[in-house]
């Protein structure tokens, strides 16, 4: 199963992806965990991509290709993948398409749809544990109150990117940007549509559905 997840920052992508990952064995790419872990580490990755990410803006195209070309040859890759935060620009779907060759090609691009008010709203009230990345929301899944993760005991933090000002920005970022994508693979007739506003358990069982349905063509 070779997935792209599409949709704005905070549609639920990650958080369908991880699970998924459990369910079918095949790894959930984050490029952006792998750019906040390269940040943490100090890597050269990590030191050309740390201010980039806190504005909110997108790092370069040719960063995240070369991150994802390396990425996809390792061997976990072999029976499948699901793609969270990547491509986020038609330049790097191309990119996508040609690394991949038509014997690997992307088979379904599911894009969760979330309004933009829902947006803004599970962003700025988003938690992340610093250690493990788990996702907490103060509204809906507030983390303990010892402040301590429940999953590893890291610290929960609330990402400088998930503040309001930098939410704002990188919504028009996805608007410009990220949005034509849907296009693209619908074009290619990838394009599957979740209703991700619905609670959690909710968009989990559509999405189950979708994998089935897309499974038994
Ligand atoms: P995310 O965790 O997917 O919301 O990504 C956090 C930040 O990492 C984004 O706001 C970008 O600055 C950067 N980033 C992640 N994935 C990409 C990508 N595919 N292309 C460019 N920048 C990315």
Do not use: H
């Given at each position: 199963m070779?997935?792209?997840f599409l949709g704005a920052p905070g549609s639920g992508k990650g958080t369908q992806a991880v699970w998924l990952q459990g369910r079918f064995g095949i790894p959930q790419i984050s490029t952006g965990d792998i750019l906040r872990k390269a940040v943490t580490e100090g890597t050269e990755l990590g030191k050309k991509a740390d201010s980039i990410m806190k504005s909110g803006a997108l790092v370069s195209d040719e960063l995240i290709i070369a991150l994802m070309r390396e990425r996809l040859g390792q061997p976990d890759c072999a029976r499948g993948f699901i793609l969270d935060g990547f491509p986020r620009t038609i330049a790097q779907g191309e990119s996508l398409d040609a690394?991949?060759?038509?014997?690997?090609?992307?088979?379904?691009?599911?894009?969760f749809e979330v309004s933009?008010?829902?947006?803004?709203?599970?962003?700025?009230?988003?938690?992340?544990?610093?250690?493990?990345?788990?996702?907490?929301?103060?509204?809906?899944?507030?983390?303990?109150?010892?402040?301590?993760?429940?999953?590893?005991?890291?610290?929960?933090?609330?990402?400088?990117?998930d503040s309001e000002e930098t939410v704002l920005s990188r919504l028009k970022v996805y608007e410009e940007k990220t949005a034509p994508l849907k296009e693209f693979y619908y074009k290619q007739k990838k394009l599957y549509i979740l209703r991700a506003e619905q609670p959690v358990e909710r968009v989990r069982a559509e999405l189950e559905a979708l994998l089935a349905g897309l499974q038994a063509v």
């Open positions: 070779r997935l792209v690394m991949l060759g038509p014997a690997r090609a992307i088979q379904s691009a599911i894009f933009e008010a829902e947006i803004i709203r599970r962003l700025t009230s988003r938690r992340t544990c610093a250690q493990c990345g788990r996702i907490y929301n103060i509204l809906s899944d507030p983390p303990p109150a010892s402040g301590a993760c429940g999953s590893c005991g890291g610290a929960i933090i609330q990402r400088k990117d």
